[in-house]
Structures are given as C-alpha cells and as structure tokens.
C-alpha cells in the first residue's frame, strides 16, 4: 500500500504545465527578490508600476478631455498657459491640458511598449531556441534571415513600413515587432547552443522525450532570466521607437502620444518658449525608458550571476 500523505503536507502535482507553470513562478519571484535588492531597479520597478497604474485608470484621473480647448474664468481662451494650480502641466497652443494628454498618451505608450515588446520577446525567444537546439541547415536559415533584418536601417524602416500600411497603433507595433527580436534571438540561440550539450538534455533525450519537450520543457526554463533580461530592453527600444515616430509625424493621428505631444509643440514654433509643453513628455520618455533600463541592469545580476560579485 502506498502511505497517505501527511495532514498539511503539500501535494505535489502530476500536472506537467502545472509543474512548468509552478518553477517558472518560483522563477520570477527569485528575480523579483533580485530587483528589490538593486537600489536603481526598485526604483526602475516603481516607476513602472506607477505609469501602468495611469495606464490603467487614466480615463478616470483626467481632469479634461485632452482634445477639448479650456477656457478660463473670464471666458478667454487657456492659451499657453503656464503650469499651476488651474492647470497642472500647463496647457497648448489651442488651449489643451497637457497634464490631460500626457495620461492618455502614458496609456498608449505603455500597450504599445509592453506589447510589441511582448511580442518580440517570443519571436526571438523560439527563433534563438529552434536554432539553437537544431544547428545545421535550420541554424543557417534563422541566422541569415536575422543577417537580413540586421541589415535594416532601424527608423528609416519602420518610418517607410508605417507610410505604406498606415498610421494605426496596430501598424505601429507590427513595424516595432518586425525589427526588435533581433538581438534576442542572437543571444538566446546562443545560450541554447551551450544548454543542448549540459547532461540534463542528454538525460532527457535518453528518456525519450521529444525535440519540443526538450526545448520548451528544459532549456526554456533555464533561459528565463535572459528572456526577462531582455524583455526588458526590447520594451525600452519599442517605446523609443515609436516616440521618435511620432515626433516625425508617423504615429497614430488618433491618439495621443508622448512622441505626438513633442510634434504638435515643434510644429506650433513655440519650442523656445513654452518650457513646459517641452518638458513634460520629455522627462516621461526619459523616465520610463530609464526605469525599464534600470530593471534590465538587475537582471543582467541573474543573466550573467559574476557580475552580483563586482
């Protein structure tokens, strides 16, 4: 007879994704431990909860709509208006809240980061890893098409992707997308080459298991520090991208962008004198892609653990 378990004793589970859902938990929370323990990556973390939280409830911290023109108390119209008490931030040439329009751009600047950053992770998570674990032809092929995609001017490219497919938020991302996995993938094919020769894959393939379980299920849970790693910086890239889009007139026409702010104050000609119509949607790009970078750098400590000792 098998002995029943303990009374309070944890059961472990016959699930294999619950097993593979339960290590890559206890992944993250060993990273997150990590990050509290970097003075900049906390406060790189912090900065970030903070703008998902105006992401998330910015329709309900706006005090004005961010296309509707103010008029003040006497019936004028809020033209340039400096920063105080009436408006926060200031306000545009045409009378616009800017404290308004930088939490809807905060919102459409985080699902552009997260996304495309997102989803270039996972292309060049399963390109690095196919060709990685495989080698051979299928290495050559991966490798030379990343060749081609390195070979891309950045910006120029997205610029002329957006010009022909459209200005829309998904265009936006898909033209990100389509340029950000790159690095990942060089570095994560990489990885791959040196995890595929450790005894655990050996064991495994003796066992019978199959290409994908080996891939997915073994080396892909050893490799999640660097995937968050570099999640981190293809998120910071994806929100520069599309920043230095918008500020050249390719953003979005339809919403409201950090980038899109920057522009409509070049195109007004009043960059030398509304101070803060500038500063504003500057110091939110440089914060938020500092505090992205700032989480990058702690977890360069669990990608690459020699550096916890420097």
């Known amino acids: ?136 032809r299928i290495d050559n092929v991966l490798m030379r098409f990343t060749d081609i995609i390195y070979g891309m001017p950045f910006l120029p490219f997205i610029i002329v992707l957006i010009a022909l497919f459209g200005r829309s938020i998904g265009f936006v991302i898909l033209a990100i997308v389509l340029i950000v996995w790159r690095t990942s993938a060089r570095v994560i094919r990489a990885q791959t080459m040196a995890l595929k020769q450790r005894q655990f894959v050996a064991f495994a393939r003796a066992r019978g298991a199959s290409d994908m379980r080996i891939i997915y299920r073994h080396i892909a849970p050893n490799i999640l520090p660097l995937l968050l790693l570099y999640t981190s910086f293809n998120i910071a890239w994806a929100i520069v991208t599309e920043a230095s889009a918008s500020f050249l007139g390719f953003g979005d026409p339809n919403a409201v962008t950090w980038g899109g702010i920057l522009q409509d104050l070049w195109v007004s000609g009043y960059t030398r004198t509304a101070w803060w119509w500038f500063a504003a949607p500057s110091i939110a790009i440089v914060l938020l892609v500092s505090a992205f970078v700032f989480v990058s750098r702690a977890y360069e400590v669990v990608a690459n653990p020699r550096l916890a000792d420097r």
Not at 82 to 98: H, I, K, M, S
């Open 1 to 136: 007879m098998n002995p029943e378990p303990m009374a309070g004793a944890p059961i472990a589970s016959t699930n294999p994704v619950a097993r593979a859902a339960a290590a890559v938990w206890r992944e993250l929370g060993n990273n997150w431990r990590i990050i509290r323990a970097d003075r900049l990556g906390a406060v790189g973390a912090a900065i970030i909860v903070f703008a998902a939280i105006i992401a998330i409830f910015g329709p309900w911290l706006m005090p004005h709509d961010p296309y509707e023109s103010l008029r003040m108390a006497d019936g004028r119209m809020a033209v340039l208006r400096q920063p105080g008490a009436e408006y926060w931030l200031g306000t545009t040439n045409l009378a616009r809240d800017l404290l308004s329009q930088m939490i809807a751009a905060t919102r459409t600047t985080m699902v552009i980061g997260l996304v495309s950053g997102l989803i270039s992770i996972v292309i060049g998570a399963n390109i690095g890893l196919i060709s990685g674990y495989y080698g051979g």
